[in-house]
């Protein structure tokens, strides 16, 4: 199957800020089995894509698609065994650029013995931002994810919506150039998703980019730009929203469901 | 700026791995059992400075070195496997500091640990002898950074089984069986070199039990070290040092070495470990 890609008209940007914020060109990744070398599992093939500065772009794909495998790759968590990938303008490989970048994970598990504002500081550090700035922003971040009155409480007491809250505060600490959700509304609430769209739409608004794995289609449908579909390791649809829910031959638009059913079906998942 | 970036993350790791691990229901056990011990001092029936040093040896050669290793070996063990497990370190892998600084920050923060329970009981319990039996000298308490070398020499193949299994269980049994089997090279090979004939030692036979003691740890030199090698006399020490096989200097660094070694492969898989 070709992988058809397209992407939206875009107004002319500065020549720094043009450099992709992701660029994929015929990434693949195969899991070899620790002791049985034969046994191969191939989560990602071939898959060539490019995420462009200031965009929200959304990942889909059912259960063992490779969209995690994808989201790893960019941020140096696993090696690609063929192709090469760039993170905001330099290969993977290239650490430093992660200071520039927020990243949600879907099960985070923090050290439960640290207050919120512990945990913010020692993920600042990390971050390699100055404690001043820190300081400066942990506050605010605590604040407007409704966090402002425990952040003196150990986390081990919050439950898990407050620890997605408390995900996404840490990762706009540095108030990323790219940053990275994967299945970041697990376990939020309305106000908690209400937020969550704020944040994607505070990086856009800056000139930064939003990878958002999900499996919320309205989620996708409210913040994305351009959406992606992984099936069996193979990125088979790259496009704009409008382009994807258009109806391959009526003159009709379909639901976002509607549309990915199309792509498992046809790829028998 | 990214190298004084580097090293605040790594201080910050150091602190947070302390704090983490004097939060930990071990460390009430190790706090409780320092208090014991400095009570027992206080209490012995310790008669003069003599009585009172001859107390401190045995504490240096057992209670430090072989019950205190093994309990903080334990304690920590499961401190790089939590660490380590794909939930926590995916999210703090995706920043920019290096692998290796993390499991650099990580083990100065578990050797800070251990450092200060050695200090409080060596301490405690020098102060307690002193105050008793009159027992001033302070050689005793050279037992807290011996120990901390000891400790980091078998904490690094520790951290090399948590990097690879990332298993509390793996990391716990194997290093205990590494320490037994380490201290059984080192006993065998004392043991041969001080009380067989050296015509009945066969040359290939030697050379194999000299490279595995200069190889692995040496946990019983810690110990001959720490008790001036009155322990060593069942060994037949005397003739192992007149023979020139044994310098308590070269095996400390040797130990060192090879503990130095063991966290270098550590590092070395981490760095290229996937999540």
Known sequence: ?????????????PAAARAAAAEFAHVAKTYTHPLFRSRKIEALRDATLRIEPGEVFGL???NRAGKTTLVKVLL???RPTAGTATRLGAPVSDRSTLAQVGYVHENQAFPRYLTAVGLLEYYGALTLLPPEVVRERAPKLLKRFGLADRGGEPIARFSK????RLGLAQALLNEPRLLVLDEPTEGLDLEGRRLLRDAAAEVRSRGGSVLLVSHVLTEVEQLCDRVGVLVGGRLVHV?????????????????LEQALQQFYVREGK | MTAISSSRAVAWLVRDTFRQALASGP????L????????LCLMAPVDGSAAA????????????HVVGLLLALVATAGMLPAFLDPHRASVLLAKPVSRRALLAGKFLGVLAFVAFHATLFVGGAWLALAVRGGAWDPAFLLCVPLLVLHFAVFFSFSVMLAVATRNTAACVFGTVLFWLLCWAMNFGRHAAMGTLDPHVISPAFGWVIDSAYWVLPKPLDFQLVLSDGSHGEVLGLGRVTERGAWSPALSLLASALCGAGLLAVAAYDFAGAEY
Do not use: I
């Open chain 2, 27 to 30: 460390s009430w056990l190790m």
């Open chain 1, 1 to 13: 199957m070709s992988v058809q890609l397209q992407t939206a008209p875009r107004p002319a940007a």
């Open chain 2, 32 to 39: 409780a059992g320092s208090a014991a011990c400095a009570a």
């Open chain 1, 161 to 164: 919506g407050m620890l997605q």
């Open chain 1, 239 to 255: 496009g704009t929203l409008a382009d994807f829910v258009q109806h391959p031959t009526k003159d009709r638009v379909r639901s």
């Open chain 2, 53 to 64: 040093y001859a107390l401190e040896q045995q504490l240096a050669s057992w209670a430090v």
């Open chain 1, 76 to 78: 140096s968590l696993c």
């Open chain 1, 60 to 62: 889909l794909g059912p």
